[in-house]
């Protein structure tokens, strides 16, 4: 079985490659590439960042109005789905969620560090294979609150788009 890849392109900071894993989370990599091309995620920023952790994208546009997709269930072992055994290390693509382990929807993120307590309780789904310095990049920018929301950028990590270059 060959792995999708994609390309993230961020404004002002470069592009991403990654490659997707249906044979660890099927219907996860399912549902992130029809909103990938949906043109979805065109617009969003990367609205969580935190160094040496991850960087979070896919819920928010450029004036930080919540943009929502249906939620999908959870692939991930603590959900009762054996087969995702993804270890969250730099690079990896998981999938975002609230406590209900049910939640995921379009919110992603891509590990800047190694969170192994992740394993086993978020949906990983993939893996940047070239641009990690866009990661480093995107991780070492100036945060601060907005609202009661925490580790904001604080100029918008716009993604222009995101797109399919290989089924």
């Known amino acids: 079985m060959k792995n999708p890849k994609i390309k993230i392109t961020v404004r002002d900071f470069g592009t991403m490659t ?6 660890k989370a099927p219907n ?11 043109g979805f995620f ?11 952790f991850m960087i979070q994208g896919g819920g928010f546009t450029e ?6 997709a249906a939620a999908i269930p959870g692939e991930f072992r603590a959900n009762g789905f054996m087969a995702n055994d993804l270890h969250h290390a730099p690079g990896v693509l998981s999938m975002a ?17 190694d969170a192994g307590y992740l394993d086993s309780q978020y949906a990983g789904f993939g893996k940047v294979i070239e641009g990690l310095d866009v990661v480093d990049r995107i991780a070492n920018v ?12 604080k100029n918008p990590v716009v993604i222009e788009a995101i797109e399919r270059i290989e089924d």
């Open 28 to 38: 996860t990599v399912r549902n992130f590439l029809s909103l990938v091309d949906s």
């Open 142 to 153: 100036k945060t601060g609150r907005l609202g009661w929301y925490e580790d904001v950028p």
């Open 63 to 68: 004036d930080f109005s919540e943009k929502r």
């Open 18 to 23: 990654a490659e997707l894993y249906p044979e």
């Open 97 to 113: 969620r609230t406590s209900d382990p049910n939640s995921a929807s379009s919110q992603f993120f891509i590990m800047h560090g």
């Open 42 to 52: 065109s617009g969003m920023i990367f609205h969580r960042v935190i160094k040496g």
